[in-house]
């Protein structure tokens, strides 16, 4: 299991833009699939998006419309997921976590989580 942690969790207003980082402290990502999910209160965690090793694909939340956008920097070090156009829907705990390859949209698939990072659309 890697140990993760996110980054980059706030408050911003309805419209503005966020990036969320996700980082194992001691090994780099590039043979693991990467994946963001959502949390809001009493609802179920739900894949937001995913990218596989060496970027073979990247999936997204149909109901995203384009706004995030998925992608390995600091080579293979973190992943990011930069948000925009926030709205108070996005409003939930972010996670990442990792599997090892291809990606799933299922939580049970994957064996290595973060500890959330909080992100919070208001005005």
């Known amino acids: 299991q890697l140990h993760l942690v996110e980054s980059g969790g706030g408050l911003v207003q309805p419209g503005g833009s966020l990036t969320l980082s996700c980082a194992a402290s001691?090994?780099?990502?590039?043979?693991?699939?990467i994946a963001w999910f959502r949390q809001a209160p009493g609802k179920h965690r739900e894949g937001v998006s995913c990218?596989?090793?060496?970027?073979?694909?990247?999936y997204y939340l149909d109901s995203l419309q384009g706004r995030f956008t998925i992608s390995r920097v600091r080579a293979n070090k973190t992943v990011n997921l930069q948000m925009n156009s926030l709205k108070p829907e996005d409003t939930a705990i972010y996670y990442c976590?990792?599997?090892?390859?291809?990606?799933?949209?299922?939580?049970?698939?994957?064996?290595?989580w973060g500890q959330g990072t909080q992100v919070t659309v208001s005005s």
């Open positions: 976590a990792a599997r090892s390859y291809i990606c799933s949209n299922r939580t049970t698939n994957y064996n290595s």
């Open positions: 990218i596989n090793t060496r970027q073979t694909a990247t």
């Open positions: 001691t090994v780099t990502l590039d043979t693991y699939a």
